[in-house]
C-alpha cells in the first residue's frame, strides 16, 4: 500500500519454527522509497522478492529499477529474500558494518544464532557493497536523503533510517510493540537506541517493521514512548519471577516470565530466552528509564 508520496508498504507473511514440529505465524514489513529510482528496505524472507517484484509492476514501474537494498539488520525476516533481489535486479546493497558478517556469511548467523527453520527463512549470502556508520546518508536522487542512525540492542548492527523530507523514520526492530514476543541481544542498548529515536524532531510516520505505519506526530512520539514503557515492563515481570522463583533456569524463567505477560505460546524460543537473559544481567536496576 502506498503511504506517503514516495512510500509503499508491503506486509510479508512466514511461519516461525519454535520447537520442533510447531510452527507460528509471523509477517514483517518491507518498504519500498519510490522516486526517480527505487529504494528498498529490507527484503523480507526467503522468496519475498516475488512479492516484492509484484507490487513494483502493480504501481508501474519495473523491479530492475530497484538500485539500492538497505537492511537494518542481518535476522533471517530482513535478509531472507535479498540474495533473489540482487539476482533480479543487480542493486547495491547498504548495511551497517556490525551486520555485514552475518549478512555475507548466513552460515555463520545459522552457527551463532541458530533458529530451527532458519534455512528455508534465508535464500542465501548478499555481499555489502555499501558499509554504513552512524550518521551516515544515503543520497537516494531526486532531492531524496537517507539518514543512517544506529540503533544497537536488537543486534548490535541494527539501524534506522530517517527520511527527513517526509518525517518519515524506519525502526526496523529496534522499537519493541507492546503484546509482542521481546527478542534483543541487549535491552540497556535497546532503551538508549530507543530514547535516541525518541529525540530525532520533526518525525510524522513511523515504519516499523513488526507493525503497520502509523500517521501523525502525536502518534508516532507515543508508540515510541510505549515501546520505552514495554521494556520496563517486561523487566519488571523479569524482576518478579526471578524473586518469586530464584531456582528456576533460563528456560523455565522465560516461560513463566511469558505466561505473565500474556504471551505463552508454549516453549520459548532460544532468541526469546536470550532476551530474557539480557534482563537478567540488568536484575539489580529497578527502573531501566531512568536516565
Not at 527484503?43 to 519495473?62: C, L, T
Not at 548495511?95 to 535464500?123: C, M, Y
Not at 536488537?154 to 539501524?159: N, R, V, W
Not at 519471577?241 to 500474556?262: H, I, M, Q, W, Y
Amino acid at each position: 500500500m502506498q503511504v506517503t508520496d514516495h512510500i509503499h508498504a508491503i506486509k510479508i507473511p512466514f511461519k516461525l519454527s519454535v520447537e520442533p514440529g510447531r510452527t507460528v505465524d509471523r509477517f514483517v514489513y518491507v518498504y519500498l522509497i519510490i522516486g526517480r529510482e527505487i529504494c528498498l528496505i529490507d527484503s523480507g524472507v526467503s522468496s519475498a522478492e516475488n512479492m516484492i517484484f509484484d507490487y513494483v509492476r502493480k504501481v508501474g514501474r519495473d523491479p530492475k529499477e530497484i538500485s539500492m537494498l538497505v537492511l537494518t539488520h542481518s535476522h533471517p525476516d530482513h535478509i531472507g529474500g535479498s540474495q533473489g533481489v540482487v539476482r533480479e535486479c543487480g542493486c547495491q546493497v547498504a548495511a551497517h558494518v556490525d551486520a555485514q558478517p552475518w549478512i555475507e556469511d548466513t552460515e555463520l548467523q545459522a552457527k551463532q544464532r541458530p533458529i530451527a527453520n532458519f534455512h528455508s527463512l534465508v535464500g542465501g549470502a548478499v555481499e555489502v557493497d555499501l558499509v554504513l556508520r552512524d550518521g551516515g546518508t544515503l543520497d537516494l536522487g531526486g532531492g531524496l536523503t537517507l539518514e543512517v542512525v544506529h540503533t544497537p540492542g536488537h543486534s548490535k548492527g541494527s539501524i534506522s533510517l530517517l527520511l527527513r523530507e517526509e518525517g518519515a523514520l524506519f525502526s526496523g526492530d529496534a522499537l519493541p510493540v507492546a503484546g509482542v514476543l521481546p527478542i534483543y541481544e541487549d535491552v540497556s542498548s535497546s532503551v538508549r537506541s530507543v530514547r535516541k529515536l525518541a529525540g530525532i524532531e520533526g518525525l510524522k510516520v513511523l515504519f516499523a517493521s513488526w507493525d503497520a505505519p502509523h500517521r501523525g506526530k502525536d502518534r508516532v512520539y507515543e508508540l515510541i514512548d510505549g515501546g520505552l514503557r514495554y521494556f520496563q515492563h517486561i523487566h519488571e515481570t523479569v524482576r518478579k519471577v526471578t524473586a518469586n522463583f530464584p531456582s528456576l533456569d533460563s528456560r523455565e524463567l522465560s516461560s513463566r516470565v511469558l505466561r505473565e505477560l500474556g504471551l505463552s505460546e508454549g516453549a520459548p524460543p532460544t532468541i526469546v530466552v536470550k532476551s530474557i537473559e539480557a534482563h537478567l544481567k540488568e536484575i539489580e536496576c529497578q527502573d531501566l528509564l531512568r536516565e
